[in-house]
């Protein structure tokens, strides 16, 4: 039996350890350029050898996304970079743009190529097209039900792997290709630069009557066609499997580490679950309650059982749901002191209530009793991005544990 891969996203080498840690059997990176991410953290290119080096340490793979669509000036330096990624290990590129597929294939011809899912693959000649082309994996577009996926599964050859997106956020356009956000701010989505208009909230003015503003608003005779609600799967790992999927893909290269340890730990333990009892295998609802401890948005299954209805859209607000504030990343821990080295990422105090997220076993209550600075002195509090601070934990704490602090509970 085959469990699909489960890939997560790294913005940056610390996101990528923290997605190895919590059970990524796989990461996408992208360089500072052609990754459809401009306003992530991205990689330099001694980050990405020491990225490839950690995850291969760990047996898993990484894969790099070349995947805007090209224009002539971004051939520029491509060929070197392509084999500085074949130097590297790297074990695939992710390509939407012929140019780039043939530029790969002539440059690194051992390079195994996927492809990107803003190619728009939606049918199984297309998959077979693009196969007979070198292409080893499709990422799957999001606009495919799990029925067409199973076509495409039985009618393309089983060398072919498909992957698809199984959590994140959604494109209101067939997965980037949208101008609103050239149009609006300048800013091309299709090279990496969504500003995300498509969630802004708008107003109509009568041409005859300037200045005053109506609001768009929903009603049954309306049609509401921004805003999408975030794809969750947690709950139909069996059925994803059933269709032939290779892969599990968690979108958010620009979400933070806190966000890829909740996510990936939840498809972890349910994919692990199915492999011991597949036949027994029970979706656990706790798994849903714990990726909702991450900055969200409400949840849909999107297109895999049919076309999204209206329910598929938010309708009163595009913010995130953040129900928890992640406070500390564990750098270390101290068995014979019971000591742990935390780094700050929200402020905290003493007599916080905390639950530690950990890469192995259950997440754990505690509250804060003391807090010491780096040089053993008593602090109250930690206030300051990225401080260092000491706190006295009881339980022995693996590197990548985190602390969050319910919000309201300050």
């Not at 070349?66 to 990624?85: P, S």
């Not at 999001?142 to 199984?166: G, H, N, Q």
């Not at 101008?179 to 802004?200: F, I, K, M």
Request: glycine share 8%; aromatic share 10%.
């Amino acid at each position: 039996m085959k469990i699909p891969e489960l890939l997560a996203p790294a913005g940056d080498l610390e996101k990528l350890k923290v997605a190895v840690a919590y059970g990524a059997d796989a990461v996408y990176i992208g360089g500072k350029r052609l990754s459809l991410r401009a306003s992530a953290g991205n990689f330099e290119l001694d980050e990405m050898r020491e990225g490839v080096e950690y995850v291969h340490r760990y047996g898993r793979r990484v894969y790099v996304a070349l995947n805007i669509f090209a224009h002539n000036q971004d051939f520029e330096g491509v060929e070197d970079y392509v084999r500085f990624l074949e130097d590297i290990g790297v074990d695939a590129v992710i390509v939407s743009d012929p140019g780039m597929l043939s530029l790969v294939k002539e440059v690194a011809p051992d390079m195994e190529i996927h492809l990107s899912t803003q190619a728009n693959t939606t049918n199984w000649r297309s998959a077979a097209f693009w196969h007979s082309q070198g292409v080893k994996r499709i990422i799957m577009a999001r606009e495919l039900s799990l029925d067409e996926i199973k076509e495409i599964r039985d009618k393309t050859p089983p060398t072919l792997e498909l992957e698809v997106f199984v959590h994140g956020a959604m494109c209101i356009s067939y997965s980037g290709r949208c101008l609103l956000s050239n149009y609006l701010t300048g800013r091309y989505s299709n090279r990496g630069e969504c500003a995300h208009p498509c969630r802004w909230k708008y107003y109509l003015m009568e041409e005859k009557r300037p200045g005053e503003y109506l609001p768009v608003m929903e009603d049954e005779r309306g049609a509401y066609i921004l805003n999408s609600k975030d794809l969750c799967m947690l709950g139909h790992i069996r059925e994803l499997i059933s269709a032939g999927v290779d892969g599990f893909k968690i979108e958010g290269r620009m979400k933070s580490s806190y966000y890829v340890a909740v996510t990936v730990k939840a498809y972890r333990q349910e994919l692990d679950r199915y492999r011991k009892d597949p036949q027994g295998y029970r979706f656990d609802p706790r798994a849903l309650e714990e990726v909702k401890k991450a900055s969200h948005r409400p949840f849909t299954t999107g297109f895999y059982f049919g076309v999204p209805t209206s329910d598929a859209q938010e309708y009163t607000s595009s913010q995130y749901i953040r129900q928890y504030d992640f406070v500390g990343l564990v750098l270390d821990y101290d068995q014979q002191k019971s000591m742990a080295l935390v780094e700050q990422r929200n402020p905290f105090k003493k007599g916080d209530e905390v639950e530690i997220l950990r890469p192995h076993g259950d997440t754990l209550s505690y509250a804060i009793d003391e807090i010491f600075d780096v040089d053993g002195q008593h602090i109250d509090s930690a206030p300051h991005p990225q401080q260092k601070v000491y706190i006295p934990i009881p339980y022995c704490l693996e590197r990548y544990s985190m602390l969050r602090r319910k919000r309201g509970h300050m």
